[in-house]
Nanobody, 117 residues
Framework: QVQLVESGGGLVQAGGSLRLSCVAS????????MGWYRQTPGRQREMVAD???????RYADSVKGRFTIARDNNKNTVYLQMNDLKPEDTAVYYC???????????WGQGTQVTVSS
């Protein structure tokens, strides 16, 4: 059974930092591309950051220079370090995993991040 468990969300003031973690089980973590997405009410879920199985990272323009994605294959964990947080970063943040085969995306349950002005 595949499980992705996010943690690290919370309430922070603008300009502050948080680090999200996502621990995966039930998958061969090192071959999965991993990503962080976020969603606010009434809006589509959007990609925040993504890291390939080989370690290549990409970011949404809105978070470049502020957020950093990293993975630890020994711990089956992907991280999202979020610095200089802004109120518009407020959302539920979801972790996902995408194996090379089959073409499926696994999702975690999400963790709330709230940034106060």
């Amino acid at each position: 059974q595949v499980q992705l468990v996010e943690s690290g969300g919370g309430l922070v003031q603008a300009g502050g930092s948080l680090r999200l973690s996502c621990v995966a089980s039930g998958i061969l973590f090192r071959v999965n591309d991993m990503g962080w997405y976020r969603q606010t009410p009434g809006r589509q879920r959007e990609m925040v950051a993504d890291i390939s199985s080989g370690g290549s990272a990409r970011y949404a323009d809105s978070v470049k220079g502020r957020f950093t994605i990293a993975r630890d294959n020994n711990k089956n964990t992907v991280y999202l370090q979020m610095n200089d947080l802004k109120p518009e970063d407020t959302a539920v943040y979801y972790c996902n995993a995408r194996p090379p085969f089959p073409p499926i995306t696994y999702w975690g349950q999400g963790t709330q991040v709230t940034v106060s002005s």
